[in-house]
């Protein structure tokens, strides 16, 4: 925004009419041409920001690049700042002036002067209809690929907060709002070419193939005001410090090398630049036709394995969950509605945590499976064993978990993997429950919790932790956590982090409390991953999932109920 002199408003007891869409197509527009009516200013900024009518004031909220938000009026003038944390508007004095805002709901004035709403209309600052909702072009009558700078589109980052919903990924924009990809070339694609998405030109190509371990093609982006921000991490391997930004010469360059380790298939990673969302897509080969990418995140807490009880116990931090790679090919939507859903099955509220013991699993034991046995293995966890009486590695016997219980990744909004259940739910052994993640943390909220919103994890039963509370599912990921028993010492692996909470609870501590803490979590936990199972590519693919799938978020909150189990959990039970 635009730096004037800080200037107090007197604004007390506002409601807030935040546009919302209604039946109407044309309702935000023609909401947004009375304010103008009225005598309001042109809105000049020279950044994307959320707009939000309170009363008959307008409020610019101004993301800053250390993951904090200012709050100007129609002026650009300052007047306070927003609280991530409370969902409100503050003055200076740091009195609420408006509260209960959500930044999914608001429309977005772009530097363009047009502004972008949530059911995917735009129109120009004095009321002109760019395009009707759905994108759709008012005098073609067809849909329009539009680059959008809307909260709805994710280009804007949110930092930890409350009671505000997440913005949607750039790489999953809703039905209505497509993020552009200007034409990108053939797969191979590397010989350089130029375009222009915005204000921003580029060399290079948006998209290619690249084997496993090759490195990219690199492009160039040129004309940017400011550092781009990272919205992702699903090309984990490509790291910061390969990507340059010349701040004199206004170039942000691309760069870096596909690890030997991330699934075959397509592979998207997005960027925010000046806040337009620019997507990079990498097919990845390596002559297989698996396709999915490992991802992120959740927390800690005990549970038990049998006689010797399994456990990663709950703390003030957080992170979990694990992952493989799917060969389905549903889309988000379609592979979500395909769950089955138990009438008079469990549901209710509660968050996971995260855990990897190595122990045998309770469910493994002929007196809890009652035939219905958990797979059990040796040789590091490879080997399957039907030994059902064989003794647990965490007390003096040779039986574990298997590593090819890691999580499994289906698209970006829907994932499988085991869990601990409460030792009450001892009968639980195969059963299933769809959490749908509400974009909230038990003990924070930061934008990794935000960004997990609306995406389900479906966990199915293998374990039960003594300390493991209702509604609590203690999701089995490597790096997670041992908890109290620590079957791990034979594997080989380095270093598993804090004893509850394992890698990520290291990087949160690292990471502190102040700047972009999706980046800096998910990257430092990539990096822990990394380096922890460099031996092992099956549990770094796991570890990478708290990372990638799971934003790196501990301790999601989250609403669940059973389901009837899918057929890759009950392949790999």
């Excluded at 199915?460 to 300390?467: E, L, P, R, S, V």
């Excluded at 031996?535 to 989250?558: I, V």
């Amino acid at each position: 925004m635009k730096n004037k002199i800080f200037k107090t408003l007197a604004i007390f007891g506002l409601s807030v009419i935040a546009w919302n869409c209604s039946g109407d197509p044309a309702s935000p527009i023609k909401e947004h041409n009375e304010i103008i009516a009225n005598g309001k200013p042109a809105l000049e900024v020279d950044q994307s920001c959320w707009m939000l009518i309170a009363g008959t004031q307008i409020f610019l909220i101004v993301p800053n690049a250390d993951g904090t938000f200012s709050v100007t009026d129609e002026h650009s003038i300052p007047v306070g700042a927003f609280d991530a944390t409370t969902a409100s508007i503050i003055d200076a004095a740091g009195t609420p002036v408006v509260t209960n805002v959500d930044l999914t709901q608001l429309p977005v004035v772009n530097p363009d002067k047009t502004i972008s709403y949530i059911d995917g209309s735009k129109a120009t600052i004095d009321g002109k209809t760019i395009l009707l909702p759905g994108g759709i072009d008012p005098n073609a009558g067809t849909s329009v690929p539009v680059v959008l700078s809307s909260s709805s589109a994710g280009p804007l980052i949110v930092a930890s907060s409350s009671s505000v919903a997440k913005p949607t990924s750039a790489t999953a924009t809703s039905s209505s709002q497509k993020a552009e990809d200007p034409k990108p070339a053939s797969s191979s694609s590397k010989a350089p070419e130029e375009g222009k998405i915005g204000s921003i030109t580029y060399k290079g190509s948006l998209s290619q193939t690249v084997a496993k371990g090759g490195a990219i093609s690199p492009i160039t982006f040129s004309g940017l005001k400011s550092h781009p921000s990272r919205q992702s991490w699903n090309l984990w391997s490509i790291n910061d410090s390969d990507c340059k930004y010349d701040e004199s010469a206004k170039t942000f360059t691309i760069n870096g090398t596909v690890s030997k380790d991330i699934s075959a298939g397509e592979v998207s990673e997005t960027w925010i630049m000046d806040g337009t969302a620019v997507t990079l897509t990498v097919e990845v080969t390596d002559g297989s036709s698996t396709t999915k990418k490992s991802s992120s995140s959740q927390k800690e807490a005990k549970s038990s394995s049998s006689t010797a009880k399994s456990s990663s116990a709950q703390t003030a931090t957080s992170s979990a969950t694990t992952t493989t790679s799917s060969a389905s090919n549903n889309s988000g939507t379609s592979a979500k509605s395909k769950l089955k859903y138990i009438s008079g099955g469990r549901s209710g509220k509660g968050w996971a945590t995260r855990y990897w013991d190595c122990c045998k699993p309770h469910c493994s034991w002929p007196e809890h499976a009652h035939g219905n046995y958990s797979k059990q293995c040796t040789n590091k966890g490879t080997k399957e064993s039907t030994d059902w009486g064989g003794g647990s590695i965490c007390s003096g016997g040779g039986l574990m978990t298997c590593t090819s219980q890691i999580p499994i990744v289906i698209d970006d909004s829907l994932a499988y993997a085991f869990a601990a259940v409460p030792a009450a739910d001892g009968g639980s052994c195969g059963k299933c429950y769809a959490l749908a993640f509400d974009g909230r943390g038990k003990y924070e909220r930061k934008t990794n919790h935000i960004r997990l919103e609306g995406k389900i994890l479906v966990v199915m039963a293998t374990n039960i932790g003594g300390d493991v509370q209702q509604g609590q599912f203690d999701v089995m990921i490597p790096g997670g956590g041992v908890g109290l028993f620590n079957g791990c010492s034979s594997m080989g692996w380095g270093k598993q982090g804090e004893q509850y909470g394992g890698l990520l609870s290291e990087c949160e501590k690292e990471a502190g409390t102040a700047g972009n803490l999706l980046t800096k979590r998910k990257e430092c936990l990539a990096k822990k991953c990394e380096s922890s199972f460099a031996n092992d590519a099956k549990a770094k693919e796991g570890c990478m999932f708290l990372a990638t799938w799971m934003e790196a978020a501990g301790n999601p909150t989250h609403n669940y109920k059973e389901v009837e189990c899918p057929p890759e959990l009950k392949a790999q039970y």
